[in-house]
T-cell receptor, first 114, second 114 residues
Framework: AQTVTQSQPEMSVQEAETVTLSCTYD???????LFWYKQPPSRQMILVIR??????QNATENRFSVNFQKAAKSFSLKISDSQLGDTAMYFC???????????FGKGTSLLVTP | GAGVSQSPSNKVTEKGKDVELRCDPI?????LYWYRQSLGQGLEFLIY????????KSGLPSDRFSAERTGGSVSTLTIQRTQQEDSAVYLC????????????FGSGTQLSVL
């Protein structure tokens, strides 16, 4: 089974600064998908960004970008120009190309301070 | 509907009672997932429905847990003889089909077993 590890239980960043959240995973597969989800206090998981393993180019969505290192099995999320509304739990997730269930890490609680 | 709808939003029950949690997926989505989120933990896969196929129940933690999906739409997760360790947020998600890895989540049901 694939495992997803988020080594930072909590992080804090000042508004307008940049923060990077770490994620590593373990798999023997070659094709898969990686995701970052945001969970605000409303509890609803919101997809932030996704990366297809066969694409070498790092995904970018506005202020959010990833650093995907396939050989190192690392998938970090960079949030630029942090905003107060970015305060939330962030979960890294893995989905096999041959499967259908997301495997989640335990999450990183991000606090953006004024 | 516009999104995945779950009810109730919060449920408090006494140990030993049965509870039913409901999920109404996005119209047209054939894939439906249930996840459990315990305090301080990531999301734990429970069960997966795809169209009229037999569900993948491999994540259900015990035989006290069951789920059904009627008419390929609404799903109900039932927990019999609830225990305190069942206290968690139960999240439902749907996707267009098995081959679409973009999941849309509901806001979950917070279950508290006293």
């Amino acid at each position: 089974a694939q495992t997803v590890t988020q080594s930072q239980p909590e992080m804090s960043v000042q508004e307008a600064e940049t923060v990077t959240l770490s994620c590593t995973y373990d798999t023997s597969e070659n094709n898969y998908y990686l995701f970052w989800y945001k969970q605000p206090p409303s509890r609803q998981m919101i997809l932030v960004i996704r990366q297809e393993a066969y694409k070498q180019q790092n995904a970018t969505e506005n202020r959010f970008s990833v650093n995907f290192q396939k050989a190192a099995k690392s998938f970090s999320l960079k949030i630029s120009d942090s905003q107060l509304g970015d305060t939330a739990m962030y979960f890294c997730a893995f989905m096999s190309d041959s499967g259908y269930a997301l495997n989640f890490g335990k999450g990183t609680s991000l606090l953006v301070t004024p | 509907g516009a999104g995945v709808s779950q009810s109730p939003s919060n449920k408090v029950t006494e140990k030993g009672k049965d509870v039913e949690l409901r999920c109404d997926p996005i119209s047209g989505h054939t894939a439906l997932y249930w996840y459990r989120q315990s305090l301080g933990q990531g999301l734990e896969f429970l069960i997966y429905f795809q169209g009229n196929s037999a569900p993948d129940k491999s994540g259900l933690p015990s035989d006290r847990f069951s789920a059904e999906r009627t008419g390929g739409s609404v799903s109900t997760l039932t927990i019999q003889r609830t225990q305190q360790e069942d206290s968690a947020v139960y999240l439902c998600a749907s996707s267009l089909d098995r081959f679409n890895e973009k999941l849309f989540f509901g806001s979950g049901t917070q279950l508290s077993v006293l």
